[in-house]
């Protein structure tokens, strides 16, 4: 059974701190690594995709990949209230059926 | 207006009844997929479509079924619903070109309840 884990938190940081988000992987073989973002009662918004390994920024969000030690973690610099959500990551196996298996997701608090 | 709706947005039904979920998207998108939510346990794919003529179980496929009328149209029916059935359901697409096929997006959802 191929698991991706996370820490269902919540994890409280005050504004403007750096959150970091962290997942685990179980397929060895897994080559593509999605982070959502979803509001509560709402549906799940693609923020990022990270392929290699090492760090991709977009604006206050950073992916980092570590396909060796399977962790996949997503930071959020000068975090805001706004950015309070359950953030899923997502892990595309090595598989060929194009599936995306999701971990139970990390609920963040931003404290004003 | 959204790129992948969903209707109805909210279901309350009773056990027993056949019930169908619809979603339509304007994205383009070939490939289109059925999850369903619930606390702690995440996203869990039901079915997915690459075309209309191609359609594949997920996980949790029991009890479910399908139908993709069209490229735009991928529809979920629950043949005889049972309380834990009750759910948020998420329709789901993404683009067959390389490098984004892997990039997923979601319609607004549908909270069913089966009383």
């Known amino acids: 059974q191929k698991e991706v884990e996370q820490n269902s938190g919540p994890l409280s940081v005050p504004e403007g701190a750096i959150a970091s988000l962290n997942c685990t992987y179980s397929d060895r073989g897994s080559q593509s690594f999605f982070w959502y973002r979803q509001y509560s009662g709402k549906s799940p918004e693609l923020i990022m995709s990270i392929y290699s390994n090492g760090d991709k920024e977009d604006g206050r969000f950073t992916a980092q990949l570590n396909k060796a030690s399977q962790y996949v973690s997503l930071l959020i610099r000068d975090s805001q209230p706004s950015d309070s959500a359950t953030y899923l990551c997502?892990?595309?196996?090595?598989?060929?059926?194009?599936?995306?298996?999701f971990g139970s997701g990390t609920r963040l608090l931003v404290r004003p | 207006d959204a790129d992948v709706t969903q209707t109805p947005r909210n279901r309350i039904t009773k056990t027993g009844k056949r019930i169908m979920l619809e979603c339509s998207q304007t994205k383009g998108h070939d490939r289109m997929y059925w999850y369903r939510q619930d606390p702690g346990l995440g996203l869990r794919l039901i079915y997915y479509?690459?075309?209309?003529?191609?359609?594949n179980k997920g996980e949790i496929s029991d009890g479910y079924s399908v139908s993709r009328q069209a490229q735009a149209k991928f529809s979920l029916s629950l043949e005889s619903a049972i309380p834990n059935q009750t759910a948020l359901y998420f329709c789901?697409?993404?683009?067959?070109?390389?490098?984004?096929?892997?990039?997923?997006?979601f319609g607004p959802g549908t909270r069913l309840t089966v009383t």
């Open positions: 997502a892990v595309k196996g090595e598989d060929s059926s194009y599936k995306l298996i």
């Open positions: 789901a697409t993404s683009d067959s070109f390389p490098g984004r096929i892997y990039e997923q997006y």
């Open positions: 479509s690459f075309d209309v003529k191609d359609i």
